[in-house]
């Protein structure tokens, strides 16, 4: 049993035979690869910002399950009340981290405009069919003098922070908004942010005591598109910030310098002893490792990704690995190269000396596969989502309307593509599921854009262990 | 008073009629004309448009726009109001010409 069913569904005795938890979740990560069945839905982001068709942004379940009728198909839509939104990112009231934690479940999902700033609070106890339960409107979030939601991590005990990448002008700085467990907006969540600017991403490990956030730019700035005279300008981040989780303070500042350029999606291990992480310097395509060693956090480039000349363009073709992600065992790190058309497996078994395990090329401007069946693979790979078991990946293709329409504008006539690999974790082999497409082009209101993927019972980009 | 504002989007024109103290998108919505737009706060350039004629006037600093997308007409319609009768293009081709690939 897991918490893949409606919460309402499982009684305290499912967990407690094992290991004597009463909040959701799973005890420990291993539990997780354990007791979590194969995933059945998937919720998904669709998007219509950025095409010319005017329809609200939507929550679609998709059916993953292979031996159902519907399998790969959009189940449910669940539309957003207004348009304009750039639904992005989302994130679950509760998760593992608050286990231990008596009458808390898995219940609503946290998902934020990015464009927006309006926070929808969607009640999923019935998996098959959630519902919009609370709209927090983008008034109530700029009293705050913060603007563009992005990252939802719940907290231990039932709060929620969500980073938000600016200011109520939608310039700099940004800062974190924290809901209660009632999604009342309780205020800002930091007490002292440093000298940090820019946010982006960020995860926290709570038995180190740290928090580690990323930057991406000024909504101002990424909104409309990609400049690359903001980049020589200085406007895009290259740091990494490390916080003080039970003061809410800004410890320290890691600049990774040129080739750390755009670090977005920010992964520690799931070992809650573990002080090994991950971030993606999407612009410099590099892969930075970071760890404490003797109580100083450091960051060092792991992964390199050479641009490539293409025929077509001037300069060579960065790789932008645009999200990551490790495996619930530890074991590997995936990742995306959006521009290239790459999905990537790495060994991690030395945390700080990844090996290139297995890759699959696909979509991007180098892919060796541009379609599947009769259905054109429109944008590269991007965000990722990994089965708690370790042996399916999932990826879908568009990363922001703006910079989809900047890079592969064709998206916003085609829609995008929800994908999956099968994995062999023992021989570290990911292989193309050439029967697996969900077409967010054939949406009934037009072609939508598709980015996140959850699972209603955790996953490998949220769940973190106390 | 009004002004008119014809709107082009994809080759379709659409003229309504806008307050001076009303911003073009709010109009848009009181008569039912679709407008794309994100923010509503001038970040964002969803909701990008560029003036053939007439004249517009931002409310609050239009920050999703440069100076050489100010120089070359580009509007925000979300905080832009009318101060004489106007035609735009808009429309997500219009928001796409605020950037290019920067290496092809």
């Known amino acids: ?466 | 008073m009004s002004y008119t504002v014809e709107l082009i989007r994809n080759g379709i024109s659409n003229t309504i009629p806008v307050r001076p103290e009303q911003t073009v998108l709010a109009a848009a919505e009181d008569v039912d004309r679709s407008l794309p737009f994100g923010c509503r706060t001038g970040a964002c350039g969803t909701c990008t448009g560029r003036v053939l004629a007439g004249e517009l006037e931002h409310r609050r600093p239009p920050r999703a726009l440069k100076t050489k997308h100010l120089d070359a007409g580009y509007v925000l319609l979300c905080i832009a109001e009318p101060r004489a009768d106007s035609r735009v293009t808009v429309g997500k081709d219009v928001v796409a010409e605020l950037v290019e690939n920067p290496w092809k």
């Open chain 1, 1 to 466: 049993m897991s918490d893949a069913e409606s919460p309402t569904d499982m009684s305290s005795a499912d967990h407690e035979d094992h290991d004597h938890h009463v909040g959701p979740g799973y005890a420990t990560p291993q539990a997780a690869i354990e007791q979590a069945e194969p995933e059945k839905l998937a919720y998904v982001m669709g998007l219509y910002v950025g095409t010319d068709v005017d329809a609200p942004d939507f929550v679609a379940v998709v059916d993953v399950d292979p031996g159902s009728d519907t399998y790969q198909e959009v189940i449910n839509r669940i539309a957003m009340p207004n348009e304009g939104d750039e639904l992005h990112h989302f994130g679950w009231n509760a998760c593992s981290s608050s286990c231990h934690a008596e009458g808390l479940e898995r219940s609503h999902l946290v998902v934020p405009g990015q464009r927006s700033s309006r926070i929808h609070i969607i009640d999923a106890t019935d998996r098959r069919e959630p519902e919009i339960e609370k709209v927090i409107e983008p008034e109530r979030v700029f009293e705050h003098d913060l603007s563009a939601p992005h990252t939802v991590h719940c907290v231990p005990g039932g709060n929620i922070v969500i980073s938000m990448l600016g200011d109520a002008d939608g310039d700099l700085p940004g800062g974190f908004l924290e809901l209660g467990e009632d999604f009342e907006i309780k205020g800002r969540w930091e007490a002292d942010s440093g000298e940090m600017q820019m946010n982006y991403d960020y995860w926290y490990q709570p038995r180190h005591n740290v928090m580690i956030s990323s930057e991406w730019a000024a909504p101002k700035t990424y909104y409309p598109g990609f400049d690359l005279e903001d980049v020589e300008n200085g406007d895009y981040g290259q740091r990494l910030h490390v916080w003080d989780w039970e003061n809410r303070s800004h410890e320290e500042t890691l600049d990774l310098g040129e080739e750390g350029q755009i670090p977005l999606e920010v992964r520690f291990l799931h070992s809650p002893e573990s002080t090994h992480g991950y971030v993606g310097a999407a612009l410099s395509s590099n892969i930075f490792y970071f760890s404490n060693e003797g109580g100083n956090w450091h960051a060092e480039k792991a992964i390199d990704f050479e641009a490539e000349e293409h025929p077509d363009w001037d300069m060579p073709v960065p790789a932008l690995p645009t999200d990551i992600l490790v495996s619930m065992d530890d074991r590997y790190l995936y990742g995306s190269n959006w521009l290239h058309g790459e999905v990537w497996m790495y060994d991690i078994s030395d945390p700080a000396n990844p090996r290139k395990a297995d890759s699959i090329s696909l979509g991007g401007f180098f892919g060796e596969c541009q379609s599947l069946g009769d259905r054109e693979l429109t944008g590269g790979p991007q965000m990722l989502q990994l089965s708690l078991d370790g042996e399916r990946l999932y990826w879908t293709s568009s990363l922001f309307s703006s910079w989809d329409n900047q890079f592969f504008p064709e998206m916003s006539e085609e829609g995008s593509v929800m994908l999956k690999a099968d994995i062999d974790p023992r021989n570290g082999t990911l292989t193309l599921d050439e029967d697996f497409l969900v077409d967010f082009g054939e949406m009934p209101e037009g072609p939508a854009r598709a980015h996140e993927i959850r699972w209603p019972g955790g996953d490998c980009t949220s769940d973190v262990w106390r």
